[in-house]
């Protein structure tokens, strides 16, 4: 029995990376009346070309279908569209639920004015005091330090329509050549059949190579949860009076206090106001994904 790790779903047969080789399965039996369908990421035993086992997972993402992802990459338009920190946040808590690592990276810093350029620079210091990595620059994008810290891992990018993900992806693999505009294209299509999900081996990491986590469009935290996922407001907790505080009009709360003082954005404080209220008027089950 060997293992492996899925790299590509295709028409049910599954391609398995193990030991640097690949091995075309297809999975034996019993997965359907398990409920478990083998995904791209997954740890698996296999065996004579026959996929017998997944192990479980750390995570697993519904759009694209991927399990075990170690890092997302944000892709974030500096302009056009324009910046927001309340899209930046709900992708951030999005992936803080999933247990992955978020890296920053803010395209068309080029599109800025000086004015511009400082008042967001200001902001990505607000992120990078949180401890989030965060790539903006106004240089040309050196691609070194980006392939350095997602070697070895298994990466999705995230990012609104238009970010810039296929032209980071053609930044850190010029040899891939994705169209900048055509993967959108082939996702909405993908819609209607089956679609190929397939991890592509950039620089030495393993990317997903259909760009399009969006599933933060939807809450899938409880109201309790969701302080845990601002990280910044996640360690100064244990110091507010309350157990359990959510950080609303509890007295002696550390994070309102920080807020106040500008150790906490503003920003981000609003925003998690607007995320607990939105959860809050969810239905039961609205989120999909929720187990
Ligand atoms: N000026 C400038 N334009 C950029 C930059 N990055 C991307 N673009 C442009 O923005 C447009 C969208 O970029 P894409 O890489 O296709 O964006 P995407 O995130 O892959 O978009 P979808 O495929 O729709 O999800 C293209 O016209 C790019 O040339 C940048 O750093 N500076
Ligand atoms: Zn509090």
């Known amino acids: 029995m060997k293992q492996g790790i899925i790299q590509q779903s295709l028409s049910g047969f599954y391609d398995i990376l193990a030991d640097g080789e690949i ?46 992802v170690d890092t997302a990459v944000v892709v974030t338009a500096a302009k056009k569209p324009t910046f927001s920190t309340n899209l930046l946040d709900r992708q951030l808590i999005a992936l803080e639920a999933q247990k992955i690592t978020p890296i920053i990276y803010f395209s068309k810093t080029d599109l800025l004015g000086d004015d511009e350029y400082s008042k967001l620079e200001k902001v990505v210091a607000g992120y990078r005091k949180i401890g989030y990595r965060v790539f903006f620059s106004r240089e040309a994008f050196a691609p070194e330090q980006l392939k350095e ?26 040899g891939l050549d994705l169209a900048t505009g055509e993967i959108s294209t082939a996702l909405k299509r993908g819609r209607h059949t089956t679609r190929k999900v397939s991890l592509l081996n950039v620089a030495g990491a393993w990317i997903a190579d259909t760009p399009g986590f969006s599933s933060y469009e939807t809450f899938d935290m409880t109201v309790e949860e969701l302080p845990n996922l601002f990280l910044e407001m996640k360690s100064l907790a244990r110091e507010c009076k309350f157990r359990g505080c959510l950080h609303l009009k509890e007295p002696q709360c550390a994070v309102k206090d920080a807020v106040k003082n500008g150790i906490i954005m503003e920003s981000r404080y609003d925003n998690y106001v607007q995320f607990h209220n939105l959860i809050a008027n969810q239905k039961p089950d609205y989120g999909k994904n929720r187990k």
């Open 23 to 68: 091995y075309r399965t297809r999975a034996r039996g019993n997965f359907r009346a398990k409920k478990i369908k083998p995904i791209v990421g997954d740890r698996v035993e296999f065996e004579n070309g026959y996929l017998l086992r997944v192990l479980p997972r750390k995570n697993e993402l519904v759009r694209p279908p991927v399990a075990n």
């Open 149 to 174: 810290l997602l070697r070895g891992q298994i990466v999705t990018m995230m990012g609104q329509t238009g970010a810039g993900k296929s032209t980071l992806l053609n930044h850190l693999a010029p």
